[in-house]
């Protein structure tokens, strides 16, 4: 919580002076601690680099990654994804982060709110897991990634988990274990079933992947 300068008092009324003045409160927002720091006091600060993709710190569903096209700041509401040389594309990323891999890393790193929103901190957002990005999946998957962005957009993660899971090998739906797959979708089903039913008691969470 922002600490308040001792001179001033915080106070949600607004009390005007006269007709098409200024409200009175607004004269001391300049003496305010997280105003008072910049130059101009109005000024907000935002990040000398722009970030790749964006990721933001609270989803219902799982974490999706914003690839920005256009070269947009943003303010720490978000988290700013910059790619170290070498990396797979943003987009690709973007792609890889529905698999049931990354679904099932966010729901054990990240911590369950009211409503059933799940946050992801700095140090939890970095601890995500991504299928590696190698040989033939690389080049798959910028092909899906519009028809993946469209399913996302319209909350059908389970059909974009689906079809992500399938290019990296992971058995979607399978419980046993295998030397030749990775199956990590059920987990997905009950962790998120537990996290949306305990806040929401909305069965129909069970169809989350």
């Known amino acids: 919580m922002a600490r308040q300068s001792a001179k001033v008092r915080s106070t949600s009324k607004v009390v005007a002076t006269k007709p098409g003045c200024a409200p009175l409160h607004a004269m001391y927002q300049a003496q305010r601690y997280k105003c008072r720091v910049r130059t101009p006091w109005y000024a907000v600060p935002l990040p000398k680099r722009r970030a790749d993709a964006f990721l933001p710190y609270m989803f219902h569903l799982g974490p999706r990654l914003v690839v920005n096209k256009v070269g947009a700041r943003s303010t720490n509401l978000l988290h700013g994804v910059s790619l170290k040389e070498g990396a797979p594309p943003a987009a690709s990323l973007a792609v890889a982060m ?3 891999l990354t679904l099932l890393s966010a729901e ?3 911590r369950a709110y ?4 799940l946050k992801l901190e700095t ?3 970095e601890r995500l897991l991504v299928p590696d990005i ?3 999946v690389a080049d798959r998957l910028p092909a899906i990634f519009h028809s993946t962005d469209e399913l996302i957009r319209t909350g059908d993660i389970r059909s974009a988990a689906r079809s992500v899971d399938e290019i990296f090998g992971l058995d979607h739906d399978a419980w046993n274990d295998s030397r030749d797959h990775l199956r990590v979708a059920p987990p997905v089903k009950l962790v998120g079933f537990r996290r949306l039913t305990t806040q929401t008691h909305d069965n129909r969470a069970l169809t989350l992947i």
């Open 98 to 100: 529905a698999s049931s």
């Open 134 to 136: 190698t040989g033939l």
């Open 114 to 117: 009211g409503g059933g929103v």
């Open 108 to 110: 054990v790193e990240g």
């Open 123 to 125: 140090r939890e957002a």
